[in-house]
């Protein structure tokens, strides 16, 4: 079974509004990272946060993370049309040397 | 200029034959990766791939199988093309080491009929 999940599936917000994404997984981690998938494009790395980190900002982007909680967010402020997108969330378990991706959330972003 | 590459962009073809897709890299990285990202856009592991180790996703039927000439190139063989196929191929690199940010390319829209 897949290791992320984020949450909400869709998202719809005004230009200006806030967004929160969230993630949840399951096992022990090294780090968390979160990637963006424009329509018909490939993913782009947003920012990685490591499991001894509880959060960490990224120009209009802050994401923490709870390993108690086996859960990160990522919170993008002031929105523009340009965010509309699907974020995806990737974990690097512990011991493997690859990355666990999320179904994503798709964000729209309206003008 | 392009850090990852793949051609094509787009490939239809018919059930049953045989096609590849390539990948290059100019980032001077030591591993790749080729995901397959389904029509719910869950992406999935196929392979990682470095000079030393292939790692092969179990789940991965053995029609497909990576091909690496040299360190900057991992084309994706795949053999007796079945519509279950279809979906987008992203081929990733990443410097070594298991915490590194991995860079995509554009992908490949497998279109099999």
């Known amino acids: 079974s897949q290791q992320g999940e984020e949450d909400p599936q869709a998202l719809s917000i005004q230009e200006g509004e806030n967004a929160t994404m969230n993630c949840s997984y399951k096992?022990?981690?090294?780090?968390l990272q979160w990637y963006r998938q424009n329509s018909g494009r490939g993913l782009v790395h947003l920012i990685l946060i490591r499991s001894n980190e509880r959060e960490k900002h990224s120009g209009r982007l802050r994401v923490t993370l709870d390993t108690s909680k086996k859960s990160s967010s990522l919170l993008i402020t002031a929105s523009r049309a340009a965010d509309t997108a699907s974020y995806f969330c990737a974990t690097d378990l512990s011991g493997y040397s690859t990355l666990t991706f999320g179904k994503g959330t798709m964000l729209l972003v309206s003008p | 200029d392009t850090a990852v590459s793949q051609t094509p962009k787009y490939l239809v073809t018919q059930m049953g034959n045989d096609k590849s897709i390539k990948c290059e890299q100019n980032?001077?990285?030591?591993?790749m990766y080729w995901y397959k990202q389904d029509s719910k856009k869950f992406l999935k592991i196929m392979f990682s791939y470095n000079n030393k180790e292939l790692i092969i996703n179990e789940t991965v039927p053995n029609r497909f199988s990576p091909k690496s000439p040299d360190k900057a190139h991992l084309n994706l063989h795949i053999n007796s093309l079945e519509l279950g196929d279809s979906a987008v191929y992203f081929c990733?690199?990443?410097?070594?080491?298991?915490?590194?940010?991995?860079?995509f390319g554009p992908g490949t829209r497998l279109t099999v009929l």
């Open positions: 990733a690199s990443s410097r070594p080491g298991v915490t590194d940010t991995q860079y």
């Open positions: 980032l001077g990285h030591d591993t």
């Open positions: 096992t022990s981690i090294n780090n």
